[in-house]
């Protein structure tokens, strides 16, 4: 506890640009223990988010406008391999775990064949899997893969109450080859502007993009391979380093975080249809696309929103979410 003291106090007396340093080193600190690219199969929690990952892979090639025939072979036969050293190494700790992608990659194999294309290899790989796991493909229930969507229906119940907001919401990543409207565009960000902030203090920014550049700026971000071109606005969300103090380094991406879901949310109810696209990138990366498009360096980039006019019917990833039991802890 004395010793704590000192140290804090020691610490309050050093310039503000040490303590940053001392606050990046605890950083990179937890980042080698605790990122997912390290030793990641010695870990049964990155295990599971790293095999969530390569499964909705499977599901968000399922939900692009055009799929490629026979497309994802390798990735499904390097998910059943992952799958089967999870099951060894973990199986006798947690394998309800293996439901959902054992379900996603049933359906991947009946949406091959729903589109005349024969894999056997695969086929026999999950069948030996399913017995090692000890289930039986056809008891494989959990909701998995894609749905279909129509976008009246959607529009209807994102003006429900707010549980079916919620679950109306989902990521679209192909839309109607025309630009949203400005007025739709701005109804929405007003309503994102309701954000809670760190004292009010509504860091947050959008810059938005449409057409061509809304497609440069997806390439850039290089996370929408094969619909890349079915995307035309993009708002990308950024908070400003500016607004915070320095006891609170990492409150941008706390506070810009929550206005880009209420944006998400927002734009949902306006009736328009969007996709968040990751920038949880490298800095390099993120500040050679800031220059391109003009972002000042002052703003953090959270996430790029794709947002559109929906088309009257479009595949979407079902993204079946974690029961409440395996992420909440009552203390
Ligand atoms: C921060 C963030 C980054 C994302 N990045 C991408 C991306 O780069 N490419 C993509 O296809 N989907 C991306 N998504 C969409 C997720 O895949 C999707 O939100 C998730 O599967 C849940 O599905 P839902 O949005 O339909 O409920 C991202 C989502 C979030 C929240």
Redesign the pocket.
Known sequence: MKWSRLYNGAKARLPISMRFLIEVLSYWRRLCRYNASVRTDKDMQKMQYTLLREN?IIE?GMSMRNTRKGFGQQKVTALISRLRKYNHLYGSVDKSFLAYPLSTIKVYVDYQHADGIDIPEIENAFQQLCEEVGVKPESLVLPAGIEQGKAEVLKAQAQGDFPSLLYS???M?YFLDEIPSKELLEKALGLAARTPSACNRQAWHTHVFFGEDAHELLRM?D??KGFTEDIHCCIVVTADMKGFLGHEPFQCYIDGGLYAQNLINALHYVGLGS????C?FMSDKLISIQKHFNIPENEVMI?IVGTGVMPEEMK??I?TRRPVSATNTYH
């Open positions: 909705h968000k919401r989902h990521s990543r971000q996370g929408c996709i968040p696209l990751s949880g996430v979407l990833a993204s």
